[in-house]
């Protein structure tokens, strides 16, 4: 991630074995935030795009309120 970069265009795809949940993603610094970025079903694969902030080093945090996995592909960055 270059220097000064503030967010990211990015896709989630998270892959469900399991629960219905959702996945949360903000900037490294924040604990949390009251928006998903990608919800789903069981047994269900399900993608977002999103643009997404990022912290002072560059990184994004990701939470999600049950186990699943998730690929995250970046496609861009905004910067000032």
């Given at each position: 991630?270059?220097?000064?970069?503030?967010?990211?265009?990015?896709?989630v795809t998270a892959?469900c074995e399991g629960?219905?949940?959702?996945?949360?993603?903000?900037?490294?610094?924040?604990?949390?935030?009251?928006?998903?970025?990608?919800?789903?079903?069981?047994?269900?694969?399900a993608a977002c795009?999103?643009?997404?902030?990022?912290?002072?080093?560059?990184?994004?945090?990701?939470?999600?309120?049950?186990?699943?996995?998730?690929?995250?592909?970046?496609?861009?960055?905004?910067?000032?």
């Amino acid at each position: 991630m270059p220097d000064g970069a503030v967010s990211t265009l990015t896709n989630v795809t998270a892959i469900c074995e399991g629960f219905s949940g959702f996945l949360s993603a903000n900037g490294g610094s924040r604990s949390s935030t009251d928006t998903s970025n990608v919800n789903w079903t069981s047994f269900q694969v399900a993608a977002c795009s999103a643009i997404l902030p990022v912290d002072s080093q560059g990184q994004t945090n990701f939470a999600s309120n049950t186990n699943v996995n998730f690929v995250v592909d970046l496609q861009g960055f905004f910067a000032p």
